[in-house]
């Protein structure tokens, strides 16, 4: 056992009859429940496992350095995606967004990566590939998703911000295109102190999903690599990339 396991197997103990009100609507509430080494082929970490009251999934965190009780901990919270992450699918940039992600953490001193059980943005490994179906026939994700009956996502980041609370993180630097991530963790008691830009060059198969991620759910990102520059009304974020909607498409 390495010294820097001690703080994390401390937390293990510290949870074991560990009971509170939770964090959100539905209370939820999150345990310290296992730590291990794991070396990947990103690097080496210590993966942590959790126990919540409000659904029976296992999330996980990827641990690199000494996270317990800093603050500006570079933080990512990465939905689980079967269909990109294992199968390496490129409908989406899943896989390559977790990959970097852990790449770019272990870049750094220290650095948090939250892997959560959040399949097709909350509806479901089945429902995703209903989803996919629909976008075969022309509609886009956040279409396909409102003609199943869903919302265009669905995922809440209540279980995370106890994650990360439960961790005792003091505040995080967001490594995220999502200013939804930046909104719900503010709401559920995160400090939030700056936002990583986390861009994945597209393909010929996603380009189209990450325009729609863009222009329909509000994500920093563009796919024509444009430059943006920091304004001084801009949410509460460290660099950046400006919505598609604002930017012209090149010439040619």
Not at 2 to 26: F, I, K, N, Q, Y
């Amino acid at each position: 056992m390495t010294d820097s396991m001690s703080p994390l197997l401390e937390l293990v103990a510290r949870d074991r009859e560990h009971d509170c009100d939770g964090v959100g609507h539905v209370n939820v509430c999150v345990r310290v429940v296992g730590v291990a080494e794991l070396p990947t082929r990103a690097g080496h970490f210590r993966i942590v496992a959790f126990w919540n009251n409000r659904d029976a999934k296992e999330h996980i965190a990827m641990v690199h350095g000494d996270v317990i009780g800093a603050s500006n901990v570079p933080t990512r919270l990465h939905s689980e995606c079967l269909t990109g992450d294992v199968m390496g699918s490129l409908r989406c940039d899943c896989r390559d967004q977790l990959l970097e992600g852990l790449k770019k953490i272990q870049s750094m001193d220290r650095g948090i990566l939250l892997y959560l059980r959040q399949e097709g943005r909350g509806i479901g490994l089945i429902n995703k590939i209903r989803a996919y179906a629909l976008q075969d026939q022309g509609l886009d994700t956040v279409e396909a998703n409102l003609a199943l009956g869903f919302r265009d996502d669905e995922r809440d980041y209540a279980v995370a911000a106890h994650m990360l609370r439960s961790l005792n993180v003091r505040s995080v630097e967001l490594i995220t295109n999502n200013p939804n991530k930046v909104q719900q963790l503010t709401q559920y008691g995160v400090s939030v102190a700056g936002r990583i830009p986390h861009v994945i060059p597209p393909n010929d198969h996603n380009r189209f999903y990450l325009e729609t991620k863009a222009k329909r759910s509000g994500h920093f990102i563009d796919t024509w690599g444009n430059p943006h520059l920091v304004e001084q009304s801009d949410p509460v974020v460290v660099d950046g990339m400006s919505p598609p909607e604002s930017e012209p498409a090149p010439a040619g």
